[in-house]
């Protein structure tokens, strides 16, 4: 039996009190007399270690954080670097369009990002960057992730898939011109304003004029090819200046002076035109 505590009851204070063990674990406390008296026996509690005392389990240090892991960097190339950049230009830290390509102008707005949110100035794209910018920004669109252009052209409608035809794709943005169902060439276009809406439609090129103006506008219009009244496949300097920030007048604009120019000498009149959402 461990150590036990003997707590006397009715014993008078002095007196010679014997505690005696019977049967291995039974107590009986007898006074000078050998009057056996009542004896109450609790266990031993152990003193839990104090501040200064060194317990019997050694604390465990805390695991250091994992470093954050690194998901983009200078030289990538991808849709996730489209999505970093046109999320870094809706809050002011990219100027460009997204390209897709993590080159110096990327690099510094990471840079500038990061310092700002007093991460390390590391201009890559780790976990901790990537999770901050996601929560200051929202999903962007189609249109924000090529703001540039460059979309990749939409299936084409089936009008588009016989003959001669200059197919226009409201949706992404692009006209290719196919023969017989292939594609020859596709490039970015624009399109009228909601007040001077571009009409939807299955058309022919009726008229083409290389050097045009338009006597409405006073506007040049080169490389012409209406299709529907006043409304035609043109080349816009102002679209080549400053992309979708602006509109046309109804006609489809093409930015690409060399990729409309070889389309002029391709197209004739009569061929079609397919404008579709």
């Not at 369009?97 to 794209?125: D, E, W």
């Not at 571009?198 to 219009?221: E, I, N, Q």
């Amino acid at each position: 039996m461990t150590g036990v505590v003997v707590r006397r009851g009715a014993i008078a204070v002095g007196a010679v009190v014997t505690v005696a063990l019977v049967g291995g674990c039974k107590a009986q406390a007898v006074d000078s007399d050998g009057k056996a008296q009542p004896v109450r026996i609790s266990p031993t509690k152990t003193k839990p270690a104090g501040p200064d005392e060194p317990s019997g389990t050694p604390a465990r240090k805390p695991e250091p954080k994992p470093a954050p892991k690194t998901l983009l960097a200078p030289g990538q190339r991808g849709d996730q670097v489209r999505e970093l950049q046109a999320r870094l230009r809706q809050i002011a830290w990219f100027f460009d369009n997204p390209s897709g390509t993590y080159g110096s102008s990327t690099t510094a707005a990471v840079k500038g990002f990061q310092g700002k949110r007093g991460l390390p100035r590391t201009g890559t794209t780790d976990t901790v960057t990537w999770q901050k910018l996601v929560d200051m920004t929202r999903k962007p669109t189609k249109y924000e992730l090529y703001s540039g252009g460059g979309i990749p052209a939409s299936k084409p409608d089936k009008r588009c898939l016989t003959g001669r035809v200059l197919c226009i794709s409201k949706a992404s943005r692009t006209l290719t011109w196919m023969i017989d169902g292939k594609v020859v060439s596709t490039m970015d276009v624009r399109f009228g304003s909601q007040y001077t809406p571009t009409r939807d439609g299955a058309f022919t090129v009726y008229w083409k004029s290389r050097h045009h103006v338009s006597t409405l506008y006073d506007t040049a219009m080169p490389y012409a090819m209406f299709f529907s009244g006043g409304q035609a496949v043109h080349y816009s300097s102002d679209f080549a200046a400053t992309g979708y920030n602006g509109a046309s007048h109804g006609c489809v604009n093409v930015r690409d002076e060399k990729k409309i120019a070889s389309l002029f000498a391709q197209v004739e009149n009569g061929d079609k035109v397919v404008v579709y959402k």
